[in-house]
């Protein structure tokens, strides 16, 4: 079992950075692929980034997925952000990448908030 909470979500202005954190519990996290969602009022939740070099076309060259195992850490840092990033954004881990790319992770986060003024 894993458990996942996010952080590191706020309000921004519009081309500002920030850096959300996802923390992870349980001693077989490393073996997990691990990527980030999001999802804004009145839209389906979308991807973002997998780990380590899957990301989606509207945050490619601004944001930036890592992990670091010994923390059983993930994080996202996402730069010249834009209005249209606000969203909850949350994080998800599975056995495959095809499984977190596609939606279907076996565990997910809470979420946090991201919001974006411009």
């Known amino acids: 079992q894993v458990q996942l909470v996010e952080s590191g979500g706020g309000l921004v202005q519009a081309g500002g950075s920030l850096r959300l954190s996802c923390a992870a519990s349980g001693r077989t996290f490393s073996s997990y692929a691990v990527g980030w969602f999001r999802q804004a009022p009145g839209k389906e939740r979308e991807f973002v980034a997998a780990?380590?070099?899957y990301y989606a076309d509207s945050v490619k060259g601004r944001f930036t997925i890592s992990r670091d195992n010994a923390k059983n850490t993930v994080y996202l840092q996402m730069n010249s952000l834009k209005p249209e990033d606000t969203a909850v954004y949350y994080c998800?881990?599975?056995?495959?990448?095809?499984?977190?790319?596609?939606?279907?992770?076996?565990?997910w986060g809470q979420g946090t908030q991201v919001t974006v003024s411009s």
């Open positions: 780990f380590s070099t």
């Open positions: 998800t881990a599975g056995p495959s990448i095809g499984k977190v790319v596609g939606g279907t992770g076996d565990y």
